[in-house]
Structures are given as C-alpha cells and as structure tokens.
C-alpha cells in the first residue's frame, strides 16, 4: 500500500510538472508572439547624431523616412568672425551643445531612449577633434540605455540622403561636394560604393570659403552674414565672369579626380593684380568684385561638370549603371549652388542621365541625414554593434573600393560641350 501512494504521489508530481512546463512554455510563447507584434507594430527608431565639422546635429527618424523630430546647432557666426573654422573652437561648441541638441530632437520625437532601436552617429571622415566629441557622448548614451550603436561614414549618409526623399534604387552615380570633400562614385548598395575620382588637395567649398575670404566679402553689406560660398553664389548673380578667364584645372589629366589649389592660385594672383590697379591694399572691396566671384563659380562649375561627365562615360563603358534611367545624385554642402545645379543639368542631358538634388536644407550636415544612414544599415543589418564594443574616429577615411586608377588609365577624352549657364 505504501508503495502504490507513493507511485501516486510521484504521478502527480509528474502531472503537475509537466503542467506547470506547459503553462511557462506557452507564456513564453505569448511573451514571444507580444514582442514579434510589438516590433511589427512600432517603427525601428533611430537616432542619428552629427559632428564630423562645424555643425552639432540630431535627429530621430522612423523606418519609412519620417522625421520625428530634429536640432541643428551651426556654429557659423562664430567662425565667420574669427575668418574660418578653428578646431578647438568647434570642438569646445560641441561640447556646450550637444546634450542640448540631442535632448530637444528627443524631445520634439516624443521618443524616449528606451524606445529608440538604435544610435547612429558620424565617425569618419571630419575634423578629429568635432568627430570625438560626438563619438564620446553616443558612446555614453548607448552604454547607459543599452542600444545599439552603428558607426556612420559622413559621405555615405550624404551619398543615400536621396533616398530618404523618394525611390532611388541601386545603382547610381553620385557627385558629393561640400567643404572638405569632394568626390565621385557608384553607389552600389548601401556600404557599396566604387570611388571613381576624389579631391587632390582641396575641397570646392574650401575653395569657395578661402576666395571670398581674400576677397574680403565678409566687408559687404549683403555677405556679412553669409558662408563664403553663399557670398560667392549671390555676388555672381550680378558679375560678369567673361570679364576674368580661369583655366579650368588638370585639363590634360583624363580621369575622374580633383584640383582646386591651382585654381585658387590663378584667382590670388588676379586679386593682387587688381588691387594694385585700383591703388588699394588687400581687405579692401575691390570694384570687380562681382565679375571675380561670378568667373570663380564658372571655373568651379565646369570643372566638377568635365570630370562627372567623364565619370558618366565610363559607368557607360563598363556597364556600372542600369542602361535604363540612369541618375546622378548631386549632394553635400556645395550641390545647394544654383549655378553648379545648372552645370550638372547640361552634362545629363547630354548623357541621358537623371539628376536628382535633394533640397538644399539636406545637403549641409545634419543629423536627418545621419540616422537615415541608420535605418538603411538597421534594415539590412549592416554595421550594427553591441554598446559596449569601442569604436575609434577617423578623420581620414575613403569611401568604399578605389578604382581611380582604372579611370585613370582608361583615359576617356570628352566631346565639346557648351558650358552656357544664366544665372
């Protein structure tokens, strides 16, 4: 008899057992199928921050695009005064700002960290300095609420920001120009890029800046609060560019790169001339001040249009881009000028290319641009790393697989083309 209840009592237990393991097992299974809707239901929320140079961004964007919420801080004021960016003094403005920035984007969202999928912050190429003090405060941020955190490569995010505004499959040609870069390349996915030319020495928008610097634009009563580019831009609407005649740089180099140095010398040289005939000394107005900015952007504008269109004919050559609806992307900083938009627009209508500019508010640096870049790498799962992995800035940093020299060696030589352009 003792032995019979005791086979009883361990059935039972058996029973129960097997109960209570079915019962957890199918609260775990609810729990699952809770979370599976849960994500399904709630966009993948990212957000981005940004300060590879001057500008202290942060944005929070879903998964379909929209902007939740945004903060810009530029620090352009205060680097138009001391006559162009100093390092440390970015660096320091970064520091005051970004809590605040990345505060208010949250806040604007109405998304708390908790609810965000992940961070995506800028860490390659800019300014060392700008660069660590967004890399510091988002690796902070994704320690203390356990996120996820996606390293960004700024030219990338400016290369997919289009995408972000409208449908723009894979493969296109895209032409980034903005203050410290300038480069050509096929965007082949989104970490996929064949870099056909880049900048030599410098940028177009450095150009730019350090011309209307010589030129003391900063003096003019319309171009006081104006970058130099900007003042460059507006003083061109009223000058005559036939008036001063720039070389266009590396006319005999058949490839896809760079060179704004040379072209800067060419312009120095005519200023001090001038200023030596209207009798003043450097940081004076010069009269022709208007036709010397509006034969600069003519000269920068063929210059970037003559080696795009190069790169065109190549991507045709080796069939890199769809023989149906091909596009140029024309982004960063320096694709809001009107007149390089032009110069653009003649080089694909002649090839037979699209031209898709995203507006000029998202071709400067901002964070919009940065957690887009985000959500591409999230929904492709790309690049995405646990918040306790370290991860270092690179000031210097190419974009995707160089090809530059077998541009180079196939040495296309480009059909005339009218470069006539009205403002």
């Given at each position: ?16 057992g097997?109960m209570?393991r ?5 609260l ?6 809770y979370?599976?809707?849960h ?24 998964e ?10 530029s ?15 970015a660096?320091?403005?970064?520091r ?18 908790s609810q ?18 967004g890399?510091e405060?988002s ?12 390293p ?6 400016h ?6 505004l409208?449908s ?24 996929d ?12 928008g450095?150009?730019l ?5 010589r ?6 009563p319309?171009?006081s ?22 070389r266009?740089?590396?006319?005999q180099?058949?490839?896809c790169?760079?060179?704004f ?8 040289m005519?200023i ?6 209207e ?8 009269k022709c ?21 190069r790169a ?18 024309l ?22 290319l ?16 940065i957690?887009?870049n985000?959500?591409e ?7 995405i ?5 370290d ?30 352009i009205?403002?």
């Amino acid at each position: 008899m003792p032995n019979l209840l005791i086979r009883l009592f361990v059935l039972r237990c058996d029973w129960f057992g097997k109960m209570f393991r079915s019962k957890v097992k199918a609260l775990t299974l609810l729990q699952l199928r809770y979370t599976l809707r849960h994500t399904a239901s709630c966009s993948r929320l990212v957000l981005g921050i940004e300060t590879s140079c001057d500008d202290t961004g942060a944005a929070v964007l879903d998964e379909t695009g929209a902007i939740l919420g945004e903060s810009l801080h530029s620090q352009k004021e205060v680097h138009l005064r001391t006559g162009g960016i100093i390092p440390t003094v970015a660096q320091q403005l970064h520091r005051e700002n970004i809590q605040y920035v990345v505060q208010e984007a949250l806040e604007r969202s109405g998304v708390t960290p908790s609810q965000l999928a992940a961070v995506a912050t800028t860490v390659k190429p800019g300014l060392a300095l700008s660069l660590g003090v967004g890399l510091e405060f988002s690796q902070r941020f994704v320690r203390q609420h356990n996120k996820p955190f996606i390293p960004i490569h700024h030219m990338e995010a400016h290369a997919l920001t289009v995408r972000m505004l409208q449908s723009v499959s894979f493969p296109f040609l895209v032409l980034l120009v903005s203050g410290g870069h300038s480069l050509l390349a096929v965007a082949r996915g989104v970490d996929d890029f064949l870099l056909l030319g880049h900048a030599l020495d410098e940028a177009p928008g450095d150009t730019l800046d350090k011309v209307a610097r010589r030129l003391s634009l900063v003096k003019h009563p319309q171009c006081s609060s104006l970058s130099g580019g900007q003042a460059i831009e507006l003083l061109a609407r009223d000058g005559d560019r036939t008036k001063f005649s720039f070389r266009t740089p590396m006319g005999q180099t058949h490839d896809c790169c760079f060179s704004f140095a040379g072209l800067r010398n060419q312009i120095t040289m005519t200023i001090m001339k001038k200023e030596a005939e209207e009798g003043v000394e450097e940081g004076t107005l010069l009269k022709c001040v208007n036709d010397i900015a509006a034969a600069t952007q003519h000269t920068v504008a063929a210059h970037l249009a003559k080696r795009t269109h190069r790169a065109i004919l190549f991507c045709k050559a080796n069939g890199l881009l769809p023989p149906s609806s091909p596009t140029l992307v024309l982004s960063g900083g320096v694709a809001s000028n009107q007149y390089i938009r032009k110069a653009l627009t003649i080089v694909t209508e002649m090839t037979g290319l699209h031209l898709i500019c995203p507006p000029a508010k998202f071709c400067t640096d901002n964070g919009v641009m940065i957690a887009w870049n985000g959500v591409e790498r999230l929904r492709e799962r790309k690049g995405i790393l646990p918040p306790d992995v370290d991860v270092c800035y690179e000031p210097k940093a190419p974009l995707g697989i160089d090809i530059t020299a077998e541009v180079k060696a196939a040495a296309i030589r480009l059909p005339p083309m009218k470069m006539k352009i009205t403002n």
